[in-house]
């Protein structure tokens, strides 16, 4: 089952006491919740006695977690460079960013070009978080200037509104689309991210291992990530 607990609470039970025992702490990005709640059941039916416990949210903030001393086994981050001075990662995972909007597409959105008019109501993820960046890389690729009225955390966050209904439109992962409507980026224009995951501890190796298995890969295709 996937622990969903704020980055604030999961900071003050992870630093300052390490994982230990039978207890794997896994860090990883919040559009990973779905297919590392499957992953960690599998993993637990596999190995008796230990317990994953997920810690989940944008990998900039999982990523100043660790640096600021939390007790991470594993770290899965959609962006290569938040592993930068932590660890070397593995690539295993692929996510194209899609255009999404509530189902039905109450806004009437044709494609990333309506991201400059003012007269919709849109959301990115934040500065600094990967699908914010690479939702403004496929914008800047496409000569566009958006007009942006909330800037969210992470992913969830973005998603949760669009489902509700909050947003006209957002760019999100394609593995996000599950109750929205979708519209492709131009491939010329669109946008990639690319999943690493390392062992920051010898207790997170196993998870890592299964994370690169061919059981892993079979759980990420079958969610609609792309494997390397």
């Avoid at 593995?90 to 990333?112: C, E, H, K, Q, S």
């Avoid at 993820?125 to 955390?153: F, Q």
Wanted: charged share 20%; aromatic share 4%; hydrophobic share 45%.
């Amino acid at each position: 089952m996937v622990r969903l607990a704020s980055l604030v609470v999961a900071a003050a039970l992870l630093v300052g006491c390490g994982s230990g025992g039978d207890r794997v702490t896994v860090s990883a990005a919040s559009s990973l919740a779905v297919v590392f709640g499957e992953m960690e059941a599998a993993f637990e039916a596999e190995h008796p006695g230990v317990d994953v416990v997920l810690n989940l949210g944008g990998s900039s903030s999982l990523a100043a977690q660790i640096s600021a001393g939390a007790d991470v086994d594993v770290f899965a981050t959609a962006d290569a460079a938040h592993l930068r001075g932590i660890a070397t990662g593995t690539p295993f995972a692929t996510n194209d960013m899609v255009v999404a909007t509530p189902r039905g597409n109450p806004g009437g959105l044709a494609g990333i070009a309506d991201f400059s008019d003012p007269a919709l109501f849109l959301g990115l993820c934040a500065v600094g978080v990967p699908c914010g960046d690479l939702a403004r890389e496929a914008l800047h690729s496409a000569g566009i200037d958006p007009t942006i009225d909330t800037e969210e955390p992470d992913v969830r966050s973005l998603v949760t509104k669009l489902l509700a209904g909050e947003l006209d439109g957002g760019i999100v992962y394609r593995t996000d689309l599950p109750g929205l409507t979708g519209i492709e980026i131009p491939p010329e224009h669109r946008t990639t991210a690319r999943y690493e995951v390392a062992a920051l501890t010898s207790e997170g190796e196993p998870f890592t291992a299964f994370v690169l298995s061919d059981a892993g890969r079979s759980i990420l295709r079958a969610h609609g990530f792309g494997t390397p």
